[in-house]
């Protein structure tokens, strides 16, 4: 396949995929890559996220150190269908390079998305060149100016929200659609449909023919629409109250607490937001959990305590994100 890069330039508009069937059960897993802001530290790399959706892998964020962490969790890392940058500071994009001459180690016949705030694809396209990479497959950028849905699934979609901070940077959200109710067989049979393909067919929502020749449908023995899952991710920004409505409801709200409480005006001047911040925005959002990132190279590993401690005075449920974590986000029900 002959290299090239595509610039999609256009504002919300979803990207062409590869549709599936839909799957009732599927592993949703989060993979902190790198936890430190601005500078890595000898055991912190810096802020990178890899989403695992069965097959499919999705990375958000890339800073320095993203190979490393790939390699020692053996992630399957020619399989990223899509890169989502928040902005162009450079703790969240130098790890990409690395990414993009991996990939071309392997035969991919699948595109690469990468989506981002201007200049992504200036980034990309410059350090393709200037670095003489050799990239053997299709790379599709796309910059986005405002929120809305950049890339969807068959039963899914990302969308990306404004941040504020000291250059267009963007958060993400990960959202299923919702699942078919729980599949009751003994209703099934009562209606007259035997084991067997019409029973997948029902809980794919297609109405079937019973033994006698009735039709019957799936809300017959289906029980209540089920929730699918969200993830969010949110780094570089001030506080505000639109954050908390964009991940409401998330079942793994991943942002950053670079500082501690008694740093917020040192925060502020910057664009970043504490621990303390974080956590009321996990608690505004009725989050099911909240993993904080980004952290300044200011905390040794026990002073993450402290923003541990400030955050679960306001969201108890709170924990720290470390490199080579894993989060399983499960079902709601």
């Keep these: 396949m002959n290299p090239s890069l595509y610039l999609g330039l256009q504002n919300s508009i979803a990207l062409p995929l590869p549709q599936r069937l839909y799957s009732i059960t599927m592993n949703l897993e989060a993979f902190i890559l790198g936890s430190g802001g601005m500078m890595p530290l000898p055991n912190r790399h810096l802020t990178s996220v890899l989403l695992r959706r069965e097959g499919d892998l999705f990375l958000f964020d890339g800073g320095e150190g993203t190979q490393v962490s790939l390699r020692r969790l053996n992630l399957r890392w020619k399989k990223i269908s899509a890169i989502f940058i928040s902005h162009t500071h450079a703790d969240h994009v130098t790890g990409i390079p690395g990414i993009l001459m991996l990939s071309s180690q392997v035969d991919r016949e699948d595109p690469l998305y990468i ?29 986005i100016n405002e929120g809305g849905i950049v890339y969807t699934g068959a039963d899914f979609h990302v969308r990306a929200f404004p941040l504020q901070h000291t250059k267009p940077c963007f958060g993400y959200t990960l959202e299923e659609n919702p699942r078919p109710g729980e599949f ?23 109405i079937v023919q019973a033994a006698d020749g009735t039709k019957v449908h799936p809300e017959e023995v289906l029980g209540p629409i089920r929730s699918g899952r969200k993830f969010s991710f949110v780094t570089d920004t001030l506080p505000f109250y639109e954050i908390a409505q964009e ?6 709200f991943v942002c950053e607490g670079m500082f501690e409480a008694n740093l ?9 937001m504490t621990a303390e911040q974080a956590a009321q925005i996990a608690a505004a959002a009725q989050v099911k959990k909240l993993a904080l990132i980004h952290y300044s190279p200011r905390y040794t590993e026990y002073n993450l305590k402290q923003l541990l401690k400030e955050a679960q005075a306001i969201f108890p449920n709170t924990l720290l994100s470390r490199d080579r974590l894993v989060f399983p986000i499960e079902y709601k029900d």
């Design 247 to 252: 991940v409401a409801g998330s079942d793994l």
């Design 184 to 206: 009751h067989p003994e209703q099934a049979l009562a209606k007259g449909v035997p084991r067997g393909p019409r029973w997948a067919q029902l809980q794919a929502g297609k």
């Design 115 to 143: 989506i981002g705030p201007p200049r992504i694809a200036e980034y990309i396209e410059t350090s393709r060149r200037v670095l003489d990479m050799y990239i053997n497959y299709e790379i599709l950028v796309k910059e």
């Design 264 to 272: 917020e005006e040192s925060a502020r001047e910057k664009k970043h």
